[in-house]
Antibody, heavy 118, light 108 residues
């Protein structure tokens, strides 16, 4: 079945960078965009952007331009989201999501908690 | 950027009652590319409805979506205990994709 498995929780200091991975299985990884969405504690969902795993092309939300980098490694069907210059308000659960051959954003990873604290 | 406004913020209902959730867009959503998600505490969002009115696989038929242009509705015909959760709408017809602020459906 279609599955997205993310890396584990991270604790980072302000100013550092974090890189979250998302391993896909059960579908053709290169066939569908991988999106990243975050959710701060007690808040709603925020779309960060997507990567086209086939071409490597990206589309970032303006809010994250210059701080986010989405990459992929097709040999291991894994997408990555790196966020730099971390601030306390970047503390959130970060999700990857894809259509995985089905409807838009029909499949989500389990989420990765990133805590930014000194 | 399309801003999605969900109302009400909180809906207090009893099991068996009908829930009507609204999502209004600041400009027309291309081709009805509007989705609804359910999220329970500690879980990832689950897709319920896409293309404004198509139920995702495995979603019970008590969930229905309707609307077009700038006004969309999610209806839960008879609330089951497992339906009490937060619901989000999202548009994916243009960039940036955005989510509404959510509606919490709580037990009255």
């Amino acid at each position: 079945q279609v599955q997205l498995v993310q890396s584990g929780a991270e604790v980072k200091e302000p100013g550092a960078s974090v890189k979250v991975s998302c391993k896909a299985s059960g579908y053709t990884f290169t066939g569908y965009h991988m999106h990243w969405v975050r959710q701060a504690p007690g808040h709603g969902l925020e779309w960060m952007g997507w990567i086209n795993p086939n071409s490597g092309g990206t589309n970032y939300a303006q809010k994250f331009q210059g701080r986010v980098t989405m990459t992929r490694d097709t040999s291991v069907s894994t997408a990555y989201m790196e966020l730099s210059s971390l601030r306390s308000d970047d503390t959130a659960v970060y999700y990857c999501a894809s259509r995985g051959g089905g409807p838009p954003l029909g499949c989500w990873g389990q989420g990765t908690l990133v805590t930014v604290s000194s | 950027e399309i801003v999605l406004t969900q109302s009400p913020g909180t809906l207090s209902l009893s099991p068996g009652e009908r829930a009507t959730l609204s999502c209004r867009a600041s400009q027309s959503v291309n081709s009805g590319f509007l989705a609804w998600y359910q999220q329970k505490p500690g879980q990832a969002p689950r897709l319920l409805i896409y293309d404004a009115s198509t139920r995702a696989t495995g979603i019970p038929d008590r969930f229905s979506g309707s609307g077009s242009g700038t006004a969309f509705t999610l209806t839960i015909s008879k609330l089951e205990p497992e339906d009490f959760a937060v619901y989000y709408c999202q548009h994916y017809g243009s960039s940036p994709q955005t989510f509404g602020g959510g509606t919490k459906v709580e037990i009255k």
